[in-house]
């Protein structure tokens, strides 16, 4: 029977890196981001194929309770047992406090938090009834401290964390492994390419994280076992300070 692998918010670097990861491992890649992205996700899909893989690209607005329940009953549907999601939205922006707006604030809160809580409520609700199942969600350094200018963010990914540990506590006893990732750094992808100007020299001191060494790591808390299991990992270059 085939399995299948959310990753919400899959693009060019990480969430994609995660989605070729998991479908080299049989599953099959689910891949969403918004509507507007469905292109590149049918772009992603495409080249996993190609590296004998199988995936499918679905747009989805994940901040949309009707959207996400719909997503993942028809993942059980027309795919196959949920057996990996993984929360991966981003929402990084910054801004002092005295410029964020009401919007910028819910804004983020909706992508980086709300939206987590939708799809890890949902993705729980299916692995229940099988007492088997693993949900990831991507955090940063803002999840544990905050700093200037990010206020929206840090106040977002700290609820995120708190999600996944209040759901790790609730739901690790019935068989549902829940872990919370922090990746501290600059990854690996045509965003942090634009930004920094020696970029592939970075990337070959491995000072710029490497998504598929990342997506690596979200495929070892899948296989590990239940008397070992991670609750919080973290990740970061070795020149990287904290």
């Not at 590149?40 to 679905?58: M, W």
């Not at 708190?162 to 990854?187: F, T």
């Not at 965003?191 to 001191?205: C, N, T």
């Amino acid at each position: 029977m085939k399995r299948a692998c959310l990753v919400v918010g899959a693009g060019d670097g990480l969430g994609g890196a995660v989605a070729r990861a998991f479908a080299g491992e049989g599953l099959v890649a689910c891949v969403t981001r918004r509507p507007r992205h469905l292109d590149q996700l049918e772009a992603l899909a495409a080249d996993i194929g190609r590296s004998g893989g199988e995936a499918r690209a679905f747009g989805v607005d994940a901040r949309d309770e009707q959207e996400t329940v719909a997503l993942i009953d028809c993942i059980e549907k027309e795919v196959g047992p949920l057996e990996v999601a993984v929360f991966n939205v981003g929402a990084n922006v910054r801004f002092g406090v005295l410029e964020t707006t009401s919007q910028v604030y819910r804004k983020v809160w909706e992508m980086a938090a709300f939206a987590g809580f939708l799809m890890g409520r949902e993705a729980a609700r299916v692995m229940l009834a099988r007492g088997r199942g693993t949900i990831l969600f991507t955090g940063a350094t803002a999840s544990l401290r905050g700093r200037d200018g990010f206020s929206a963010f840090a106040g977002a990914k700290h609820a995120l964390r708190a999600l996944a540990q209040s759901m790790a506590r609730e739901l690790g006893p019935r068989g549902i492994h829940v872990a919370h990732i922090v990746v501290d750094g600059a990854i690996e992808g045509e965003f942090i390419k634009g930004l920094v100007p020696d970029y592939e020299a970075g990337l070959a001191r491995g000072e710029i994280l490497r998504a598929d060494a990342l997506a690596a790591n979200y495929v070892h808390l899948w296989k590990q076992d239940r008397s070992a299991w991670t609750h919080e990992l973290d990740l970061r270059p070795w020149t990287e300070a904290f």
